[in-house]
């Protein structure tokens, strides 16, 4: 199941009412460059950009602020190892309660608020006939290394995150652990989402990239291009 091979006619129409709400709703900063994986191995990612220009850090919480997001600004801190978090805010309400949320880029926590906002609650609404009240997420900052590799994480540097889970108004709990090859609705409700991160964020990653990934999706602001799986 790749980003760019859904299910159905059905939910390539339903694909079109959701990206064309989230149009509606606009984002929070640009969108990202897509480029599709190749199949087999993994993808080395490119040495760690530099701290963001302070006035792009200050456009990117004006921005926040102009979409009523309610966050605290964090203070840049090098944490040793080469671990950092710089520029990193912590978001305090999106309009959409989600759980674990540490430090974060600014960009990365525009990026996941637009995505919360425009691509997961209409995706709710539209394929699973429910309200989405909680986005469960394993957390944002943490010094690690990638999973099987030395180099560092953008999780080490407060630019990943990784949802686990949704909760919706009717009670169901959605992971991505079951339900990426679960039930026909909640396969699309999970494709659909997808796709619209993969148009938001530089990298994601789900449970086709590899084991490590069989639970959650893990989105990034690393690097210049796009990385889809």
């Known amino acids: ?122 995706a709710a609404r539209l394929i699973l006939g429910a309200e989405i009240e909680r986005i469960e997420t394993f957390g944002t900052y943490s010094c690690r290394p990638i999973a099987g590799s030395g180099k560092l994480s953008e999780h080490a540097h407060s630019n990943a995150i990784d949802v686990s889970a949704f909760v919706l108004s009717d009670g169901r709990r959605i992971t991505v652990e079951q339900g990426w090859n679960g039930d026909k609705r909640t396969r699309q409700f999970l494709e659909i989402i997808h796709a619209s991160a993969c148009k938001r964020f530089n990298t994601v990653l789900s449970p086709d990239y590899n084991a490590a990934h069989h639970d959650h999706l893990h989105f990034d602001m690393g690097g210049k291009g796009g990385f889809c799986r």
């Open 1 to 122: 199941m790749g980003t760019t091979v859904l299910r159905g006619v059905g939910l390539a129409v339903l694909l079109t009412a959701v990206m064309a709400l989230a149009a509606c709703g606009g984002d929070l900063v640009p969108r990202g460059r897509v480029a599709s994986a190749s199949k087999g191995g993994s993808k080395a990612s490119p040495a760690r950009p530099s701290a963001p220009p302070p006035l792009e850090v200050k456009q990117c919480m004006a921005k926040l602020q102009s979409q009523a997001v309610a966050f605290t600004p964090l203070p840049d801190r090098s944490f040793g190892g080469g671990c950092s978090a710089l520029g990193s805010v912590k978001l305090l309400d999106i309009g959409v309660p989600a759980t674990n949320l540490g430090a974060m880029t600014c960009n990365l926590a525009a990026n996941f608020t637009a995505w919360a906002r425009y691509g997961v609650q209409p």
